[in-house]
């Protein structure tokens, strides 16, 4: 028999595009009319432009006709009242925050992981883009949030490009395979255009992307800082009290120096770092290591700050091509590249620091 409640139940397994919950689950069926064999399916979008509008007609069109005794299916727009939308926010864990002076604690994620670096250049977002891979390959969830506002690299380093729609005040993340949501200011702006942030400005983009981003319920979210120890990392010090610094170096930024920069930073602002991971460590010629930029810079750095050493990441122009081109060597690389960065995950994974 034809019924709302068998249309309901197709209904119920079919997914937003975006928000990849069930229609159903987000309140989107706002009526369903039968007559006869023909059924109409009335559907409330979160913004009457919605960008996936064709999309979600298609899958309802199969899935409704689908049913014993459907003719002919066709599928409506409207969009949600402001109260509806704030209903779905709450609903999705974002709701609107009670008016206080106190910063909202962030729960979406168990850990925020900033990685940090003493200087630009050390391959600090190429290492960020390939952990969280490798993190995702693992079965996490994984969020990455590029907080490098002038130097952003990580939707050409993930290979994940477009404009993420922004429902009221939030903004949902775009995502790369399952389990890699991701929100950069490269998003938002022409790479080619010069981008001058001011402090305050600054601060308020980085508690935007941490606050009002739709992030799913999170296993990491990765933030990738702007080379230095400067401003953005006192804004997420202040912002998220119990991140931790995973900290990448070369072997040749002299492990005093950065060291010294990196562990008054952390103790300034209460951070725990996490580990040191040494990138461009070695290059490897017909089975020789070379130590191009100096040897064992990243023991000495993490011995220093007393942390673990995760890993140490060759020069390889595979890395270099990987993040160029949008596709990580820790999921499309050889098998070597590929456990070089899961064994940098379980590690990371197994020092739990809740
Ligand atoms: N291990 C590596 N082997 C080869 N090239 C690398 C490696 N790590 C980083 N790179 C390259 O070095 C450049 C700088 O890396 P990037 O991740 O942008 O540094 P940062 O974010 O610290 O400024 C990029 O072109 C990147 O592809
Ligand atoms: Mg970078």
């Known amino acids: 028999m034809l019924t709302k409640d068998t249309v309901m139940n197709v209904l119920a397994g079919i997914e937003d595009p975006e928000l990849k919950k069930p229609l159903t689950e987000l309140d989107m069926v706002k009526s369903i009319t039968i007559e006869g064999s023909d059924v109409t399916v009335e559907i409330n979008l979160t913004t009457p432009d919605c960008p996936m509008k064709a999309k979600i007609r298609e899958d309802i069109t199969a899935g409704v006709s689908a049913i014993d005794g459907v003719t002919s299916v066709r599928v409506k727009f409207d969009a949600m009242s402001d109260e509806e939308l704030e209903r779905l926010k709450q609903k999705l864990g974002h709701g609107r925050r009670p008016e206080t002076d106190q910063p909202p604690k962030l729960t979406y994620a168990k850990r925020f992981i900033a990685v940090a670096s003493g200087k630009g250049g050390v391959g600090k977002s190429t290492i960020t883009a390939n952990i969280a891979v490798a993190m995702a390959r693992l079965g996490r969830k994984v969020g990455v949030l590029d907080a490098d506002l002038y130097g952003f690299s990580l939707p050409r380093m993930l290979g994940v490009d477009g404009q993420p729609t922004v429902i009221d005040d939030k903004i949902i993340p775009l995502r790369k395979g399952d389990n890699i949501q991701i929100v950069s200011m490269g998003f938002f702006i022409n ?164």
């Open 191 to 354: 790479e080619d255009e010069p981008v001058v942030w001011r402090g305050p400005l600054l601060h308020k983009a980085i508690k935007q992307f941490l606050a009002d981003v739709m992030w799913d319920e999170l296993d990491y979210l990765f933030m990738d800082l702007p080379p230095g120890t400067g401003d953005v990392t006192i804004t997420i010090a202040q912002t998220v009290p119990s991140a931790e610094l995973l900290v990448v170096t070369t072997p040749q930024a002299t492990a005093t120096h950065v060291a010294g920069r990196v562990a008054k930073v952390a103790d300034k602002t209460n951070l725990t770092v996490v580990g040191v991971i040494e990138n461009m460590a070695y290059f490897e010629v017909n089975g020789q290591r070379e130590y191009i930029f100096g040897k064992d810079g990243g023991k000495d750095l993490a011995r220093r700050l007393n942390v673990p050493l995760l890993g140490e990441i060759p020069l390889a122009t595979a890395i270099r091509e990987g993040a160029d081109i949008g596709k990580p060597v820790a999921s499309e690389g050889t098998e070597d590249q590929i456990s070089l960065f899961e064994n940098i995950a379980r590690r990371l994974d197994q020092r739990d620091q809740r």
